[in-house]
């Protein structure tokens, strides 16, 4: 049964990734209420297809409470490496009960059991609170994230090499956020995904194979290349602090020594339909599509 115009808010709306939520929320119908931490955000997260935003801070439960006044459903994804992210993740699913909120989807992440991997444990305690609590919850367990990939094209395409810092023939699963986003979607405005605990992958890709696909759709040799961490790290600048790059060369470390496992099964019942494939999302790239958009990577 689809809900009727309910009013969803979206935590982090403009980030790389619940970005892509809000309009997979809109063209179902919803009213979309996006928690920003500034107005500059809640003006780009307006014009993603939001129809107002709230602004506060997941460490602020004042603000959490306001935000969620007269709200039917809750997205949630925690932000990246925080030290604290299992604790605002949790606050956010006891304001969410504790404001009579019917729905909760939490982006959580494939294999967070996995406690080699404290980044991808992390997510326990936020999924433990949803299990213990009165809340309709839908948990998403995404795969490696195929706009990854989006992200470093711009360097693909000037080097001609695509590069990650764990051998070339190590199988990765990968799935597209917009599939993602859209069972999110789903989950928050029917009942079809009521209390499902999710996988969402679309199969698992070597970086060999990656290659291979963007050559066939450039036209031009793109080689696989396996740098050290702190080579990647360095052309990557990415924004994390020591800890976080501690853990992520984990992650890394991981994939090198054990791939990462996914099943395309859920993600298409889910979904009604086969869900995106790589060689798909690379074409798309190719051609100009399903990248993020520089307004999201300067905003996320």
């Known amino acids: 049964m689809q809900l009727s115009s309910p009013t969803i808010l979206v935590i982090g709306a403009t980030g790389k990734f619940a970005s892509l939520v809000v309009p997979a929320l809109a063209r179902r119908g919803a009213s979309v209420r996006a928690f920003v931490r500034d107005g500059s955000r809640g003006e780009i997260a307006i014009r993603m297809g939001a129809i107002e935003f709230a602004i506060g801070d997941l460490r602020d439960a004042d603000s959490l409470a306001r935000a969620m006044t007269g709200v039917d459903g809750v997205f949630h994804i925690g932000p990246a490496f925080a030290v604290d992210e299992a604790a605002m993740g949790v606050a956010a699913v006891e304001a969410a009960e504790r404001a009579g909120v019917r729905k909760f989807v939490f982006s959580s992440v ?75 979607a789903i989950a ?53 602090d020591e800890r976080g790059m501690r ?15 996914g099943n395309s099964l859920s993600l298409a019942a889910a979904l009604g339909r086969p869900p995106r494939s790589l060689p798909e999302y690379i074409q798309g790239l190719a051609q100009g599509e399903g990248n993020t958009s520089a307004e999201e990577r300067n905003h996320g």
């Open 247 to 261: 853990l992520l060369a984990r992650v890394f470390e991981h994939y090198g020594k054990y791939g990462l496992g």
């Open 110 to 184: 494939i294999q967070p059991t996995n406690a080699r991997l404290e980044n991808h444990a992390s997510k326990i305690p936020v999924e433990e609170a949803l299990y213990s609590s009165r809340l309709e919850y839908t948990i998403l367990h995404p795969a490696n994230l195929m706009q990854n990939i989006g992200l470093a094209w711009p360097a693909i395409l000037k080097s001609g090499c695509f590069a990650e810092p764990f051998p070339g023939k190590a199988k990765i699963a990968r799935v597209d956020y917009r599939d993602v986003a859209e069972v999110a």
């Open 188 to 240: 928050l405005t029917g009942e079809k995904l009521a209390y499902a605990t999710l996988e969402l992958s679309a199969g698992m890709y070597s970086r060999d194979e990656i290659a291979s696909v963007m050559t066939k759709e450039l036209g031009r040799p793109i080689k696989a290349a396996a740098p050290s961490f702190e080579e990647w790290v360095a052309a990557a600048q990415l924004p994390y």
